[in-house]
C-alpha cells in the first residue's frame, strides 16, 4: 500500500523557518512530479510549489523567494524548506505526488498534511 507521510510542521514566529519532509513508502515503479498545496482555514486547497521528476520547479507568487522546494530521488522523499514565514502562511500543508505503481498505471496520491502555525 502507498502512502505518503509529511512531518515538519509545527509552531514557528514571524519571519521564522520550518523544513517539511514527505516521504513515499509502498510498492512503486517511480514517482513523477511531487508538490505540496496548503489550505487555510475556511479557504481553499491551493499549490504551493512543484517539483518534476528531473527537476524543475515552480512555486506560488505568494511564496516566490521564500519557499524552495526539492526532491531526493533515493530516498522517495520531496522536502519544502519555508523561510521568512508569515502569519498568512499558516495552513495545512499537504505532500501530493503522482505515481507510477506499474510502467502503466499511475494515480495521484496525498498524504494526510502537517500543521504549519505562524504566530508569535
Known amino acids: 500500500q502507498v502512502q505518503l507521510v509529511e512531518s515538519g510542521g509545527g509552531l514557528v514566529q514571524p519571519g521564522g523557518s520550518l523544513r517539511l519532509s514527505c516521504t513515499v513508502s509502498g510498492s512503486i515503479f517511480s514517482i513523477n512530479d511531487m508538490a505540496w498545496y496548503r489550505q487555510a482555514p475556511g479557504k481553499e486547497r491551493e499549490l504551493v510549489a512543484l517539483?518534476?521528476?528531473?527537476?524543475?520547479?515552480n512555486y506560488a507568487d505568494s511564496v516566490k523567494g521564500r519557499f524552495s522546494i526539492s526532491r531526493d530521488n533515493a530516498k522517495n522523499t520531496v522536502y519544502l524548506q519555508t523561510n521568512s514565514l508569515k502569519p498568512e502562511d499558516t495552513a495545512v500543508y499537504y505532500c501530493n505526488a503522482y505515481i507510477l505503481i506499474t510502467a502503466w498505471h499511475g494515480m495521484d496520491y496525498w498524504g494526510k498534511g502537517t500543521l504549519v502555525t505562524v504566530s508569535s
Open positions: 517539483i518534476s521528476s528531473g527537476g524543475g520547479t
